[in-house]
């Protein structure tokens, strides 16, 4: 297994052309039970609720070096090695008693879902932690189909469970999803290990004012990489990427492949192929991907990481007898949710200014070299000048249904990423209020760099915009607003 470049970072810009754009595995089954959007789903008269499926995290073993290393302590959800990849259809509730068998607090967030307050998974904001022993139930029915993420979220604390291997996916699938012979999850996470395969400790100032903790083992869906994926020639395949872990932000790149992609952080957008065939791929972002396999066996392509010379995460080949496709289309988009605002005005926003930073400064001149941090390590990193803290009063507080711009200047030494809790958002340009035509819930910024970003506050609670790379979640990157 090679081994990633901890200093690879993706390049600056937006996530795509402009002109592409316009141009353009443990499955856990829940139990149905439709309910509204955003809310508990209620019992059906004179009916009980079913019972929440069980999903505990707890200490494993799992092996991420060839023998005759031993395998590696990890925690993880549910009882297999893959992390779970939770599907449901578009109007079925989620109902969860996530019991923590850890030694540490924990709670889990649902990245990307528009999700009732209660139930966003923010320990220490919309919910207590859940303690060692305890457990917690999360019901909500997800308002979107989409690609979502399952990660570990507690404030002052998640580095650790997410390192340790605490991570899953969810599925929401469409009424009537886009037709496609397979339909694969494949979630990315990376290992910080010592040469004889065991943990490094967690904690460690240096990584949280700095880059963060970036692995030295790579796995996709629990399992070292490459991981090989085989279909019949002549499919057509939807591919949903998710990125879990817990600072590496990267670049993929589809050799071979003729990908396109069919919705962005769990939301369609008009069909396209990536400019150059690569993507951004930070911590929390995710992608629907549709191809097709060439019509004859044989290997098809690569998924790779751009990572020092090139890190190979998955390949793909065409086996076995080829599938008769009479009369299939080309590949299309994925309808539009109509559940989002078909535009957003911006005349009458609330506007407000956030600055980040924190962190030690990069020498330039000396890659590699680390830069000591002086300061409270409690607090590395700030917004407007405050470290997130529970208890902290919010930003600011807005109406529901008021549209919300934020102006975000980055003037730390690392790019960063944020991802806006219970919301979507439209990246707007720089120059005017025009925006990219997709929708999104995390967003990078370069460093010295600014980026606008526009939602239509309609989810009521407070919310988090909180930094991806979890040691500087940890350690104050983060801010909250109220909607009421």
């Known amino acids: 297994m090679r081994k990633p470049d901890p ?26 039970a439709a309910a509204p959007a955003q809310a508990p789903a209620p019992a059906s008269p004179g009916k009980a609720p079913p019972d929440p499926k069980p999903l505990k995290a707890a200490p494993a073993q799992l092996r991420l070096k060839p023998d005759p290393a031993p395998e590696t302590a990890v925690w993880r959800l549910g009882d297999e090695a893959a992390p779970p990849i939770l599907r449901v259809k578009l109007g079925e509730a989620v109902r969860l008693r996530v019991e923590n068998g850890t030694d540490k607090p924990l709670s889990l967030h649902w990245h990307g879902v528009r999700i009732v307050n209660a139930m966003d998974g923010v320990g220490g904001v919309t919910q207590p932690p859940i303690k060692p022993g305890d457990s917690f139930t999360y019901d909500f029915t997800p308002p979107d189909a989409g690609s ?3 990660r570990p979220l507690v404030v002052g604390g998640s580095s650790e469970p997410s390192g340790r291997g605490i991570a899953g996916m969810l599925i929401v699938e469409e009424a009537s999803p886009p037709p496609v012979d397979q339909d694969i999850a494949l979630l990315l996470q990376d290992w910080r290990l010592d040469e004889a395969g065991v943990l490094q400790p967690f904690g460690q100032v240096a990584f949280a004012a700095a880059a963060g903790r970036l692995g030295s083992v790579v796995t996709v869906n629990g399992r070292p990489i490459p991981l090989s994926l085989e279909a019949r020639p002549g499919s057509r395949l939807r591919l949903r990427l998710a990125n879990a872990c817990n600072a590496r932000a990267l670049r993929i790149r589809f050799d071979g492949l003729k990908a396109f992609v069919a919705a962005v952080d769990g939301q369609p957008t008009d069909t396209f192929e990536p400019l150059k065939a690569t993507l951004p791929f930070a911590p929390g972002t995710r992608y629907d991907l549709l191809l097709d396999l060439p019509s004859q066996a044989g290997p098809a392509g690569t998924i790779t990481a751009l990572i020092g ?21 080309t590949i299309g988009s994925i309808p539009e949710n109509k559940r989002l605002p078909a535009e957003i005005r911006l005349q ?9 930073s924190g962190g030690v400064r990069p020498d330039k001149t000396k ?3 680390e830069t000591p941090y002086q300061g409270d390590p409690a607090k590395i990193w700030q917004v407007n000048g405050a470290s997130g803290v529970a208890g902290a009063a919010p930003f600011f507080s807005v109406k529901r249904g008021q549209v919300v711009v934020l102006a975000i200047r980055n003037d730390t030494g690392f790019i960063q990423s944020l991802h806006l809790h219970g919301h979507v958002f439209r990246l707007l340009h720089q120059l005017d209020d025009g925006w990219e035509p997709y929708w999104l819930d995390t967003v990078q910024i370069p460093e010295g760099r600014n980026a606008q970003i526009a939602f239509v506050a309609d989810n009521p609670g407070r919310w988090l915009l909180s930094a991806t790379v979890l040691e500087r979640f940890d350690t104050g990157l983060w801010t909250s607003f109220e909607v009421t």
């Open 367 to 369: 890659p590699g070299s």
């Open 309 to 329: 010379q090139g890190l190979p995460l998955a390949t793909l080949a065409a086996t076995g007898e080829p599938l008769i496709q009479a009369g299939r289309g």
């Open 348 to 356: 009458s926003a609330l506007r407000r200014e956030l600055v980040l």
């Open 7 to 32: 200093t690879a970072l993706p390049e600056p810009g937006h996530l795509f052309s402009r002109r592409a754009l316009v141009a353009g595995g443990a499955a856990l089954a829940l139990m149905p």
């Open 148 to 150: 979502f993420l399952i």
